[in-house]
């Protein structure tokens, strides 16, 4: 009977840890709606381990902005509302999840994309009905530009970019602030009025709690930069203290940072080089000094990897931290031009422990990564799907298990996994080959079927000279150990 008993038990435990690593909820929904562009801006995952997306929704023809709200099931189900009051501009910032099991939603409202300078707060119930609706009008207070929020203790802290023709320059952001009580009721507000512009990318509240640091991107005209990177410091009644600049200027902003000990942050910025074809994501661990005497570098060359838009890094254990950024990022509008969302891990040394690409079949742009209680994590983004309209992006949205993948059966054909990428395509005197896989050989076919070239690949980067192929079409022929094939188009110019 007791052998029994150790047989169940063991089966049960082979059984858990099975479903642990095989059966966590992964997917990939895409929510479109023809000539609207959506925009997700803040993400969280409630008590029962649904996921939720906050955010907007721009109408192209009629210049407008709604508020937004996705939710996406354990199992998969999906539901989004679309919130409207009157002829008001307004869009989702921030959404906290309470104790009675409904969510907070926090944005900006006003009557035009010049005027939005009131600050609402909706209470709704899990099936998204709205259950109390709070509108605060923010004095002096131009247009809201951005919006960050913060917790500390029973408060809330925003921090919002007061942008207009009264700023000092015009039209250039200054800071204004907000303090919110448990209830969201708003406790005081304060505005700076810089010669310069400041727009914050984070916000961290100090070791012990007493100041507010917020990583920015300034301009100011006594710096010999166009734009660096500040950690500008206040207390938390908004009062100025002091501020750090860093003169590298290779930290080209994208700053997000977040606590890994009592006493250091890690901070993800976008690398970016003289040659702006080289732009990369990195990674720091600083404290209050904020200096920095290494950082640790992840891109490959020709091509610009940017950091995630809103938060692109989250972790609750030290040595697996969460991150993602955009792959081929297209400094432009309407790019037409495919890129891939990042997907990766790192180590407490912030050396990757894997890393995955998603996309390859529209313009894709990251936006926010978080760690789900299940070990994986969730990231939503943009996707432009240039090859089937021309000017309004989708809200995405990519939940992968702790190993980075999607292992759902029911997985979408869109953002397909990609082993391989090939860049720059077109290419003129080499092609570089980021590999996912292990190891895998390489055959290289022009497009009279001849076989031109074959090799062998290594995980990572890889590159070939190809100054001796002809200009036209060639087709790389992948092959893994494991038996896997993939098949990618490549153009000499």
């Known amino acids: 009977m007791n052998n029994l008993k150790t047989i169940l038990l063991l089966f049960y435990f082979i059984f858990t840890q099975f479903e642990f690593l095989f059966c966590q909820n992964s997917f990939q929904v895409s929510f479109s709606t023809p000539n609207k562009s959506e925009y997700c801006n803040c993400i969280t995952e409630d008590f029962e381990g649904n996921l939720i997306g906050v955010g907007g929704l721009v109408k192209i023809a009629d210049p407008s902005s709604l508020g937004v709200i996705w939710k996406i099931s354990n199992c998969g189900d999906t539901l989004s509302k679309v919130f409207a009051f009157g002829d008001s501009l307004f869009g989702f910032s921030d959404i906290r999840l309470l104790q009675n099991g409904n969510y907070k939603v926090t944005g900006t409202i006003g009557t035009s994309y010049e005027t939005l300078n009131c600050l609402q707060t909706l209470e709704l119930s899990p099936d998204l009905n709205i259950v109390y609706r709070h509108l605060t009008v923010l004095p002096y207070l131009q247009t809201a530009y951005d919006m960050h929020m913060r917790k500390h203790l029973q408060s809330y802290y925003i921090m919002i970019s007061n942008y207009g023709p009264n700023s000092s320059p015009p039209y250039l952001s200054d800071p204004y602030f907000v303090k919110l009580n448990s209830n969201f009721d708003t406790v005081f507000t304060k505005q700076y009025a810089l010669n310069g512009d400041q727009s914050c990318t984070d916000m961290l509240f100090s070791p012990d709690g007493s100041q507010l640091w917020l990583l920015s991107e300034a301009y100011f005209p006594e710096l010999t930069s166009a734009c660096l990177t500040q950690m500008v410091v206040y207390d938390t009644m908004f009062n100025f203290v002091r501020v750090k600049t860093l003169t590298d200027y290779r930290m080209a902003g994208q700053n997000m940072a977040k606590w890994i000990t009592d006493s250091t942050f890690i901070l993800g910025f976008k690398y970016a080089p003289l040659n702006p074809h080289e732009e990369d994501v990195a990674f720091a ?3 209050s000094t904020f200096q920095f005497y290494s950082f640790d570098r992840i891109g490959a060359q020709d091509t610009i990897d940017y950091m995630a838009f809103g938060m692109g ?23 037409q031009q495919p890129s891939w969302i990042r997907v990766g891990l790192l180590n407490r040394q912030l050396q990757p422990l894997y890393e995955r690409f998603y996309g390859g079949d529209a313009q894709y742009r990251a936006i926010s990564v978080i760690r789900t209680s299940d070990g994986g994590s969730f990231i939503s983004a943009t996707r432009y799907d240039y ?3 021309l000017n309004y992006n989708d809200a995405f949205f990519l939940k992968v298990n702790s190993e980075g993948l999607v292992t759902s059966t029911n997985t979408s054909a869109i953002c397909p996994l990609s082993p391989v990428l090939l ?31 074959n090799f062998n690949l290594h995980k990572g980067l890889n590159q070939i000279n190809t100054r001796m192929y002809k200009p036209g079409n060639y087709l790389f022929i992948f092959n893994s150990n494991d038996n896997e094939h993939t098949t990618l188009k490549w153009t000499k110019k």
Do not use: R
């Open 423 to 453: 860049y720059p395509n077109p290419g003129s005197d080499h092609v570089n080959m980021e590999l996912s896989w292990n190891t895998a050989s390489c055959n290289v076919i022009d497009m009279n079927g001849k076989m031109v070239s």
């Open 313 to 335: 890094l989250d972790f609750s254990s030290p040595d697996s931290i969460h991150y993602t950024g955009t792959k081929n990022m297209i400094p432009d509008y309407w790019p």
């Open 285 to 287: 661990e600083t404290d």
């Open 387 to 389: 090859l089937n309209h």
